[in-house]
């Protein structure tokens, strides 16, 4: 199986929880890589892997047009890691991190794709607009949750999932997975 790992954000704070996630998953599967420009050399890559870089959003000036432009940057960011799936003939796109917005406006993906939350649900608590998307993308995308107030808040709205815990996602103990 070939899996695509891609990190939508590339926060520095997630450099341990991705090293994580990485050595788990490429000792069981074939794994490349997607990130900002820059960012994976945070990262223990394992020797053999592809490594893709996008080019880092850099316009921290204004905070209104930032609001827009970093949406729009996440949007062709998104598109990227879709063509590089494709192209790659991936079974699995890994997305660790995202933003809410862009993301559940850019799909669909043309591969499967196991997103992890982290604090996008107090995005969609708080946005009935988020919240709409969200649980129309959980149609496309089997997200993964890290504690049981988030699994019982996507019960509540219906939003297909699995709970998984801090730690390494095990792909093969998701039911919907077909590993």
Sequence with gaps: MRILYADLICPLGHVFYNNIQIASISSRYDVDFVFQKGYAGNLNIPDGSTVFEYHAFADKKNVVINAISYRLYMI??????SKVAREGNYDIIFISSFETL???????YKTRVIAICHNNIDYIKTSRVKRVLFQRTSKEVYFVVLNKASDSYFNSI?????LAGHGTI???KMRFVKI
Excluded: A, G, T
């Design 76 to 81: 062709s960011y998104q598109n990227y890691v």
């Design 102 to 108: 862009s993301f559940c406006v850019s799909l669909p």
């Design 170 to 172: 095990l792909l093969e």
């Design 158 to 162: 219906k939003v297909r999932h699995f």
